[in-house]
């Protein structure tokens, strides 16, 4: 299994360009099973749960390539317990499955390292719009004879439920409506590649998003293209790793707009930061403040860059508090990072971060993605060799993650055990 090694502490220089987004492509491919035709990628990220979600893609009869899907001759409405267990998202082929072809039975997706995350807010919008569900030897069974637009008040502004409910929505006759929809820029992508494909989805970005259904002999067969939106969770992490190692970089690819929290945060914290549109520029900051932090669903502050902002603050003068507000069991960093010298308390939802650590390589194991990210920017600042294990982790989520670092000037190198 790989590792990375990682001698440290690292001064970075220079410039990265992150990668197109993980959490806006795995909705859009599973978009590609509403269209009978060709759907062209200009920039899939080269990451294992791409690849991942194309085998289900295969699995259901999709024609892939690295650059393209055609879902015209989709003969299997099911996706198994095999692959369905490795990556959550793989849920999100329900809701266009039973849109385009009115069934579709799809693995429970059980737990995850990260809490319980269970899909009840997926199912009910779906019955709402006249699905039949049954849950079935782990399997969930949808079918209709014709889904039907309705109003849909979501309790809580679940990302996944919204995209699935918009995939659901696309061929149901009439208008519906998602109430407390989630607003991430992930699916103002999803809304603008579903408005190519031919379908009519308004107010994607706002809590209110409108879908009005598509007969299916209305939507053409041409081949679309798309391009997928920079990865703002990826740029988060390279402009923190550049705030750990006090160094200046920039980082590109990216709507700055997209992180506007984030950035604030750490201005507040004391970052000097240059924003400009399309990119970051990290000046050297020197040691940052600590501060008090809580996650919440877009525009506040992500969940997935709160492991990333925690190895910052124990270097940060001062102590620092996050409160996770998304996930029940997102601290799984907490004691790998205690292995490197971090000091962090851990009660519920909170993270009580002691500042100013000083930090010594050490071998330490990933747990979750953004866990893992964390875990390499302590390494790039702790003084000597830490060794991350388990960075099938990393490879999810993060393309050449090495290399890139490399290419910054960082002491890295992946390794065969
Ligand atoms: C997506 C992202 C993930 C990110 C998360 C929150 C993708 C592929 N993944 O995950 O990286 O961390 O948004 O920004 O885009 N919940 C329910 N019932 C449901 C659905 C969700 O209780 O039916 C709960 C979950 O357990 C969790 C919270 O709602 O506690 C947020 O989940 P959700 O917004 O759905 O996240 P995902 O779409 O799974």
């Known amino acids: 299994m790989d590792f990375l090694k990682i001698n440290g502490p690292s001064s970075l220089e220079g410039s990265v360009k992150v990668s197109s987004s993980k959490n806006a492509s ?18 899939l990220p080269e990451l294992s749960d791409i690849n991942f979600f194309i085998q289900i893609l295969e699995s259901l009869g999709a024609k892939c390539t690295k650059e393209e899907v055609d879902a015209a001759s989709i003969d299997c409405f099911q996706a198994d317990y095999d692959l369905v267990r490795k990556m959550r998202a793989s849920v ?3 809701g266009p499955l039973l849109s385009r072809f009115k069934q579709a039975r799809v693995s429970l997706p059980g737990g995850c390292a990260i809490g319980s995350r ?4 997926h199912l009910s919008g779906m019955e709402k719009l ?12 949808a079918s209709c004879d014709q889904l039907v637009g309705n109003k849909i008040v979501l309790p809580f502004p679940s990302v996944g439920a919204t995209e699935n409910l918009m995939m659901a929505a696309a061929y149901a006759v009439g208008e519906t409506i998602i109430d407390n929809a989630a607003r991430e820029p992930e699916i103002e992508d999803l809304a603008n590649f579903m408005n190519k494909m031919g379908f009519n989805v308004e107010g994607a970005g706002s809590s209110t998003i409108k879908i009005t259904g598509k007969v299916l002999g209305e939507i053409k067969n041409e081949p679309i293209t798309h391009e997928i939106i920079g990865d703002r969770i990826e740029a988060a ?18 709507k700055s707009a997209h992180l506007d929290i984030v950035l604030d945060t750490l201005i507040g914290m004391g970052a000097k930061l240059e924003i400009e549109e399309n990119s970051v520029v990290v000046h050297p900051s020197g040691r940052l403040k600590g501060a008090r932090v809580e996650t919440a669903p877009y525009p506040g502050f992500p969940t997935d860059a709160q492991a990333q902002l925690m190895a910052l603050m124990g270097i940060c003068d001062g102590d620092s508090q996050i409160c996770e507000h998304i996930f029940e069991n997102r601290f799984m960093h907490v004691p790998e990072l205690a292995r490197m010298g971090y000091d962090i308390k851990v009660d519920g939802r909170n993270a ?18 953004r866990a893992s990210a964390a875990l390499v920017l302590a390494a790039l600042k702790a003084e000597g060799e830490s060794q991350i294990n388990r960075i099938y982790h990393l490879d999810r989520g993060y393309a050449n993650l090495a290399d890139k670092l490399k290419r910054l000037n960082a002491n890295i190198d992946r390794m065969k055990s």
């Open 26 to 43: 795995l909705p859009i491919l599973a978009a590609t099973l509403l269209y009978p035709g060709k759907c062209k990628f200009t920039n």
């Open 92 to 94: 999100l082929v329900l």
């Open 118 to 121: 269970p899909v009840d807010i």
């Open 130 to 141: 006249g699905a039949k569900i049954k849950i079935e030897s782990g399997y969930i069974e």
């Open 237 to 254: 992490t390279y402009i923190i790793a550049a705030l750990v190692t006090e160094s200046e970089v920039r980082v590109e690819g990216f």
């Open 352 to 369: 009580y971060i002691k500042g100013q650590s000083k930090l010594k390589g050490a071998p330490v194991m990933c747990t979750d993605l």
